[in-house]
């Protein structure tokens, strides 16, 4: 079903248009609703919902009935709500016809809202759009959440916890909420496993850098690994890998600005226009034996992982180890990118990442800007390896405020307060990402 196979910010009138043509059915992660839902309280006057007749706010009733449907997404394997699509009444239930609601931007904007106030905990990521259908501002709203880590969800309101079952939504049971808590904390661990197995082979990479080192010049640079690394907070497949090459994400080197002043992020970034090796469910683009440069990896459960390998090396200007801060944002932008790839390629707008930063060096290691004679760098004072603290990746989130704080936390591991601000070129990342 397109729909479902599409970003939520490329669907169009077409793709409503082709849910009725093909009688489309509800499904577990599909669901319509052709109005918002009323029910009228006696002696009310009303013959609809506030929105409606009115258009100054949603009714609590409408507001309910539509949330416990995100809940209970949320609360399951995620879904997709098109508001404004009738369905037929006689089961299974189609996709019937369309009846465009009033001020749709507007009504999607107060369900976004709606969602920060009425739903705990917090929901990691849900995206909310307007499809207009006329100039008078009237259309439909597509709302779309991906299974979330941090439930099980319910609303404030009720206080009732939603899953999907099947093709409806239901309350959840004692025992449903139990077995949701403990599915979650396993994801949990699953999450955590895959991590701590990248940093095995990071540590077993170096392991055997550091052994090629001996015997060699005693003043040389030791030897540095920068790994970047996301993966799905939630179990996700991506099928026949290998022979969709269209998934990889291709760049070049681009300039940030770091408190006002263009930053150059040429090095690492202008290798990433390299092509992919097949690898077993994955596609690779390795690093040659002893030489250096950037490695870069995704697999079929969604993980994205772009590191810099250094082996040891001739020092410069008297210089030890040393890393870049440049190199850290290029790696930071390009997974970021790879994952934009993957969302718009896949519809995974929902799926959220968590994000993990890790260098390793032997002390001192140096943390500089440029080469300008070393001039304003800064010294590690963490322990290394230094893995950085974990960072959330949702489609929609202030990427530039990703970057700075990875700056920042970079920074401060020196021992030195920074404010510094980085701007990333995202429209010209994204861009080639969407393409």
């Not at 718009?344 to 930063?357: F, N, S």
Request: charged share 25%; hydrophobic share 40%; glycine share 8%.
């Amino acid at each position: 079903m397109s729909i479902l196979r599409k970003p939520i910010d490329a669907l169009t009138l077409s793709d409503l248009d082709d849910l009725i043509r093909v009688a489309a059915r509800e499904t577990g992660e599909l669901e319509f609703k052709g109005a918002l839902p009323f029910v009228p309280t006696k002696g009310q006057p009303a013959a609809a919902d506030r929105w409606i007749e009115k258009c100054d706010r949603i009714g609590d009733y409408a507001r309910d009935q539509i949330l416990a449907e995100i809940v209970a997404f949320a609360n399951a394997d995620g879904g997709t709500l098109v508001l404004g699509l009738h369905e037929t009444k006689e089961e299974p239930r189609r996709a019937e016809r369309l009846e465009p609601l009033p001020r749709c931007e507007d009504l999607a904007k107060r369900f976004l809202d709606a969602t920060e106030d009425v739903i705990e905990p917090r929901l990691p990521h849900v995206s909310i759009r307007a499809l207009l259908a006329s100039d008078n501002g009237s259309g439909y709203v597509l709302m779309r959440v991906g299974k979330s880590l941090a439930g099980p969800h319910r609303l404030t309101t009720t206080r009732e916890f939603y899953v999907r079952r099947g093709e409806r939504s239901a309350r959840m049971s004692v025992r449903e909420i139990t077995a949701r808590t403990l599915d979650l904390a396993r994801t949990g661990d699953r999450v955590e496993a895959v991590f701590a197995e990248r940093h095995e082979v990071a540590a077993r990479l170096y392991k055997t850098l550091l052994k090629d080192c001996e015997g060699k010049l005693a003043d040389a640079i030791m030897p540095l690994i920068v790994r970047v690394t996301a993966i799905p907070t939630m179990p996700q497949d991506i099928p026949d890998l290998t022979r969709r090459a269209e998934l990889w994400w291709t760049g070049n080197g681009f300039s940030a600005v770091v408190d006002g002043t263009n930053y150059s992020c040429s090095y690492p970034a202008r290798n990433f226009n390299q092509q992919p090796n097949v690898r077993l469910r994955s596609l690779v683009c390795d690093v040659d034996n002893g030489s250096e440069g950037p490695s870069r990896l995704i697999r079929t459960d969604g993980l994205v992982e772009f590191s810099l390998i250094h082996p040891r090396r001739e020092p410069i200007g008297g210089s030890g180890s040393r890393v870049y801060i440049g190199w850290v944002i290029s790696l930071v932008a390009g997974v970021v990118a790879q994952v934009e790839r993957l969302r718009h390629r896949l519809a995974w707008d929902a799926v959220e990442y968590g994000l993990e930063i890790q260098i390793w060096s032997t002390p001192p290691l140096g943390v500089f800007w440029n080469d300008d004679g070393f001039s304003g760098g800064y010294t590690m004072k963490a322990e290394l390896p230094l893995t950085l603290p974990r960072y959330s990746l949702a489609s929609g989130d202030d990427y530039n405020g990703l970057v700075t704080t990875v700056v920042r936390d970079l920074i401060n591991s020196c021992g030195i307060r920074s404010e510094t601000i980085c701007k990333v070129p995202w429209t010209e990342l994204t861009k080639r990402a969407a393409g």
